[in-house]
């Protein structure tokens, strides 16, 4: 699967419907300080589940909504899609059909937070087992950020040993192990 667009509305500084087209392999954002780059980088951890406000630069979760600039009044939701193209099939179980797709979360002031996939509403867990054991989604290490780097070589053992069984592939079948023993 391989990211296409991100299209954001509300999110943070993204206050109008933009859609960022990510052409090729490599892709470099750029600008001046404060323009939005890390916010790009929000939005894909938050609607590939993120649950912490503080991973996300934030104190609670509707600081993501827009919240008014000198010229803006804030708005009532935030929401985020991204768009995969899946023409090799590779998406997990019944997804595998689909030639593109679809994830977004969206979430009002009021606290309600949604998930879709292909527009269908889905539960949070649905979006995590679309992404488990390809590094992608919360815990991978398809996100590399300032000090990852460090914390990887500084890591515990037992902390490598997670990253290691992302890249396996292992991590989905521990995930589910662990739910049936919980049951
Ligand atoms: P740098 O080069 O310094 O890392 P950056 O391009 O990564 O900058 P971001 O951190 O993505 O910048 O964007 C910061 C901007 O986003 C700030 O101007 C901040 O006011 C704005 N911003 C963050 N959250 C919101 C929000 N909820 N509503 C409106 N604007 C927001
Ligand atoms: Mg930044």
């Known amino acids: 699967m391989r990211l296409t667009h991100i299209k ?5 500084s993204f206050v109008d419907p933009s859609t960022i087209h990510v052409a090729g392999q490599l892709v470099a954002v750029c600008g001046p300080n404060g323009c939005g780059k890390s916010n790009v980088i929000d939005a894909v951890r938050w609607v590939l589940g993120e649950s912490s406000a503080k991973q996300l630069r934030g104190e609670s979760m509707q ?3 827009f919240n008014g600039s000198g010229s803006r009044k804030p708005v009532g939701r935030a929401s985020v899609e991204l768009v995969f193209d899946n023409s090799a099939g590779l998406a997990a179980g019944q997804w595998s059909q689909y030639a593109e797709i679809s994830i977004k979360r969206v979430l009002t002031r009021q606290g309600e937070s949604s998930y879709y996939i292909n527009q269908l509403p889905v539960r949070r867990r649905d979006i995590t087992d679309l992404f ?3 590094g ?3 815990g991978g290490y398809a996100i590399i950020e300032q000090g990852m780097i460090s914390r990887i070589i500084e890591a515990r053992p037992e902390e490598l040993r997670h990253f290691l069984e992302e890249a396996a592939g292992v991590s989905k079948y521990k995930e589910r ?3 049936t ?3």
């Open 177 to 179: 192990r662990r739910e």
């Open 63 to 65: 600081d993501v909504i």
């Open 136 to 138: 992608v989604g919360k």
């Open 181 to 183: 023993e919980s049951r």
């Open 132 to 134: 488990l054991g390809t």
């Open 8 to 12: 954001l509305a509300g999110f943070k």
